[in-house]
């Protein structure tokens, strides 16, 4: 209620400042306001990203949507650093008589407001702008002139091609090293899990990958852009030479508080330039424990029973991306609690975990999935982990260890738990082996929670209503966006998932040409909550947003 009344109090101010502003309008005396502010017309014309409700939402408030292109005042923007622009996706138009025209994509954060009031010597008059145009005014404003600095202090010509020669001496000089290290730096800090450097004609775009989300961060020059990936694949350990073909590399990075992060680096040539995606695995952040998984206190019980077995095979399932990997290594921490041998093959090793034989592909010297799970069974291990089950071959492999006294873990890409027992079965696996093995299957996905700050009633779709099984009058939560969220309305993800435990009665199931849909609806009786409801239920809680619950969707 505290930060209700603050919230409304800060309204208020920059209202009264806005109407001061208009009282001594500091652009020129011969415009008048009506030349400089939108109207909506005007607003929805300026582009695709423009939404009528936010511009309603602003009215309300009594914030203007400004034409950006009017205002030339370059010195307003030294007023914040250009961090802080990025971060809260504002740019200072204009300063005059102890006001300054501060333009926000998000005119509903109190947040924002108060950071930009806390900072500035004048009382900020709040304006709103489309995200695109903000974007721009970031890029003319800090993108460019950054860039330029460090182009002349390099001794660059932005007209012309560097040299290959040039550009390898360039990977180690100090601007391009304080570039790609202060990238890496912010999108740890951003909680970003993957940075993208994508080419283009006017230059090169940095998109940070947060909460399953990219989101915009800056522009390079195009002058930079070979410098910059040079330095990528230097710390990587790539060929700098090699411009044509894709290349694979993973390196270390030291923060400044002395953690190391994991990088995992893709460099893949484009029509523009080579294009950069940086995974970042921060092994503090990353690996959960089983307590952190989300699991029902019914569900918890169940993989702990599957741990519990000498033998068989537990398997995970989902599309890339949707934290299989995050699962297994949950169990491996608890599993290795035992006395017992545990082994791993991974493509690659994501994270490496004391008292753990972990082992990685490695396809030029033979060494692949089926080769080290052959050997594995002579190397005495109590747990195997293997990445995936690609083929036939390996997943065979898995059966027999899992037949032969091991526990086995791994991971299938299927949609649905019921349906990873039709793909083993179509990849070649006896029905009479696969029911003696198989322990059980879960199949997740990660849903992006609500931001606790920013959350507001969602309006839903009767559509969604009605697919989803839920009643017209229950009322559901969405994040509208703030800067604690970096304006996506969504901070942090959990698991959504279905545990099917292969009962007798599934495992009766499992014959020659078993139908999915069959095995699903037995799962269902048995127990098992079905991967769409789990996320309804969710949904209901206001842990995330009932269109969330949607995408998640898998019948």
Not at 252 to 261: E, H, M, N, P
Request: proline share 5%; net charge negative.
């Amino acid at each position: 209620m505290a930060h209700d009344v603050e919230s409304r109090l800060l309204v208020l101010r920059s209202m009264a400042a806005i109407r001061a502003y208009l009282d001594d309008y500091p652009i020129s005396p011969t415009e008048t306001p009506d030349s400089v502010w939108m109207s909506l017309p005007e607003w929805l014309a300026d582009g695709d990203d423009c939404d009528e409700d936010r511009f309603k939402l602003a009215a309300h408030l009594g914030y203007p949507a400004a034409r950006l292109s009017r205002f030339d005042d370059r010195g307003a923007s030294d007023l914040i650093t250009p961090e802080l622009a990025r971060r809260l996706r504002a740019v200072p138009l204009q300063a005059a008589k102890g006001l300054v025209a501060v333009a926000l994509e998000d005119c509903e954060s109190p947040e924002a407001l108060q950071q930009l009031n806390f900072l500035m010597r004048d009382q900020v008059v709040p304006m709103i702008a489309t995200a695109r145009t903000i974007r721009n005014c970031i890029i003319d404003f800090y993108d460019h002139d950054q860039d330029l600095a460090v182009v002349q202090q390099l001794g660059l010509d932005p007209a012309t091609e560097t040299p290959q020669r040039d550009i390898e001496r360039l990977a180690r000089e100090k601007p391009v090293v304080r570039i790609v290290a202060d990238l890496i730096t912010e999108a740890v800090a951003r909680r970003a899990s993957d940075i993208h450097i994508r080419p283009g004609e006017q230059g090169a775009d940095v998109l940070y990958r947060i909460d399953d989300e990219l989101v915009p961060v800056r522009r390079f020059m195009r002058a930079l852009l070979p410098a910059v990936v040079s330095r990528v694949k230097v710390l990587a350990e790539m060929n700098l030479a090699e411009h044509r073909k894709p290349q694979d590399g993973r390196a270390s990075f030291t923060l400044d508080d002395g953690r190391k992060i994991d990088l995992r680096v893709s460099v893949m040539p484009a029509v523009f330039g080579e294009s950069v995606v940086i995974r970042l695995l921060d092994t503090m952040q990353s690996l959960w424990s089983i307590d952190q998984l989300g699991l029902s206190p019914t569900d918890r019980v169940r993989l702990d029973d599957v741990m519990a077995c000498s033998h068989g095979m537990f398997l995970t399932t989902g599309p890339t991306g949707c934290g299989k990997s995050t699962t297994l290594y949950a169990m491996l921490l608890e599993l290795r609690k035992q006395r017992i041998n545990i082994l791993t093959i991974e493509d690659p090793v994501e994270f490496y975990v004391e008292d753990i034989q972990q082992m990685q592909v490695n396809r030029a010297a033979n060494f692949t999935f089926t080769t080290a799970m052959r050997n594995f069974l002579r190397h005495d291990p109590d747990v195997i982990m293997v990445g995936e089950m690609r083929d036939r071959e390996t997943a065979a492999i898995g059966v027999e260890s899992a037949l032969t006294g091991h526990l086995v873990l791994s991971t299938l890409h299927t949609n649905t738990a019921a349906a990873t027992i039709t793909r083993l079965l179509d990849l070649g696996i006896e029905a009479y082996l696969l029911r003696a093995s198989l322990l059980a299957v879960m199949a997740q996905r990660l849903a992006r929670l609500t931001c606790v700050h920013c959350r507001e009633i969602e309006h839903v779709s009767l559509h969604i209503r009605e697919s989803l099984g839920v009643a017209s009058d229950e009322v559901f939560h969405v994040g509208r966006g703030c800067p604690h969220c970096e304006g996506l309305g969504v901070r942090k993800r959990r698991a959504v998932y279905e545990l099917m435990v292969v009962t007798p009665a599934i495992q009766k199931l499992i014959v020659p040409g078993a139908e999915a849909d069959t095995i699903y609806r037995t799962a269902i009786a048995e127990g098992m909550t079905p991967l769409t409801q789990a996320a309804v239920q969710l949904a209901r809680s206001g842990a995330i947003s009932l269109t969330e619950a949607w995408r998640l969707r898998v019948d």
